[in-house]
């Protein structure tokens, strides 16, 4: 067969798929790594998870410095959260440094406090529902006369005076619901008891706090003073012990007083007891509980 008449075998376009490959990788190792993208002053609310724990730290560390709140009450909106406490208590409990929590924790009690305000009752009025009265009175149609003798009979018509009754509106006050403050509460003193734990290397004051109910109650701030200082903190900070259990370190030989909430019982003269492991002393810790009476 002549030559001209043979048909000519394809090669397929690998050249195109190379082309492709090297380009994608290319395209991916400029903007990943050589020219990667940079975000600058985008808003709070597009931050990461660990962003927003790190803003709303900076924030409860500045109203820590300046104690301005509406100053601190504006940047957490920046976030956009539905309850900012509670994203602050949430933080304070992951946190893996006590000092960051109790700051988280001050500025979770300070918003608390501004936001915990009676409402005196509202009054709506209640209207009563409007009676109609209908009366019907008969009225008898004139006498028409023709030019002729007969006349037409009289028809008796009946029609509908409506006679409105309104009530007017009785003002009846209903009550608004109060948001109470667990610092308000006059705690009391139900146990306390000495602790010789020898895997506990501090001697610690152990507090619980419980409400009326038996429920271990966090949040509550606790008052710990001695002769040359205090130290103001908050239950819930351990939850793989109780909601309601807080703890604080004792130096040997210092007596401590201890009170919970603002108006609770003042418990004094603690400091650390001395234990014994297998006849070898050792510096024990104290277990005080509280109660809502």
């Known amino acids: 067969m002549n030559s001209r008449y043979r048909r000519e075998r394809r090669q397929p376009p690998y050249y195109l798929l190379t082309g492709l490959i090297i380009g994608t990788a290319l395209g991916l190792l400029f903007s990943l790594v050589i ?33 301005n709140l509406n100053r601190a009450q504006t940047r957490l909106s920046l976030l956009r959260e539905e309850d900012a406490i509670n994203a602050l208590q949430n933080q304070a409990t992951r946190s893996a440094s006590k000092i960051d929590a109790q700051v988280l924790l001050n500025l979770m009690k300070a918003l608390n406090s501004s936001t915990a305000v009676k409402t005196s009752p509202t009054v709506s009025p209640t209207v009563a529902p409007v009676t109609f009265t209908l009366t019907l009175t008969e009225t008898t149609a004139p006498e028409l006369t023709a030019s002729v003798t007969s006349t037409s009979d009289s028809q008796a018509i009946r029609t509908a005076t409506p006679q409105v009754e309104i009530t007017q509106p009785v003002n009846t006050p209903r009550p608004s619901a109060t948001i109470s403050s667990a610092q308000s509460i006059p705690f009391v003193l139900s146990e306390k008891r000495t602790v010789c734990n020898p895997a506990l290397q501090e001697s610690l004051i152990q507090i619980e706090v419980f409400d009326a109910d038996g429920t271990p109650l966090p949040n509550a701030e606790i008052l710990v003073s001695w002769a040359d200082g205090s130290s103001k903190f908050y239950t819930g900070y351990y939850p793989e012990i109780s909601a309601g259990y807080a703890d604080f370190t004792m130096q040997v030989g210092t007596n401590y007083l201890v009170k919970v909430g603002e108006i609770g019982e003042i418990v004094q003269n603690l400091s650390a007891p001395q234990c014994e492991d297998d006849n070898l002393p050792f510096w024990g810790s104290i277990y005080l509980r509280f109660d809502e009476p």
């Open 35 to 67: 020219f990667p993208v940079k975000f600058t002053n985008v808003p709070p609310e597009t931050l990461s998870t660990s962003g927003k724990d790190t803003y709303r730290l900076m924030i409860a560390s500045a109203y820590q410095y300046d104690q």
